[in-house]
């Protein structure tokens, strides 16, 4: 069975740096490309940043520049470095992967708080 956690979440200041790690268990098949999607409760989830299988990236605009994506395929493990921390970056962060041969999975969810 696949699964997928996320760790990495925490308190930081504002201006600050955190990495978030998704560690994938199992094997997936059909794989498309590796995100990571955020929530603010009463809102709506949120892609912040993926990289296809190819290695091509993608930023919402109000993490560019700021969150790098990268992943280790040795590890089966992708992260999501986030620096220059903003109050407004507080969420739930969520690692998904989604594929051709079934639903994307999900990660549990890790918290950011990002405090002024």
């Known amino acids: 069975q696949v699964q997928l956690v996320e760790s990495g979440g925490d308190v930081v200041q504002a201006g600050g740096s955190l990495r978030l790690s998704c560690a994938a268990s199992?094997?997936?098949?059909?794989?498309?490309?590796r995100g990571w999607y955020r929530q603010v409760i009463g809102q709506e989830r949120e892609l912040v940043a993926a990289i296809t299988n190819g290695g091509s990236p993608y930023y919402a605009d109000s993490v560019k520049g700021r969150f790098i994506i990268s992943g280790d395929n040795a590890k089966n493990t992708f992260y999501l470095q986030m620096n220059n921390l903003r109050p407004e970056d507080t969420a739930i962060y969520y690692c998904t992967i989604p594929r051709t041969t079934g639903p994307s999975y999900w990660g549990q969810g890790t918290q950011v708080t990002v405090s002024s």
């Open positions: 199992g094997d997936i098949v059909g794989i498309i490309a």
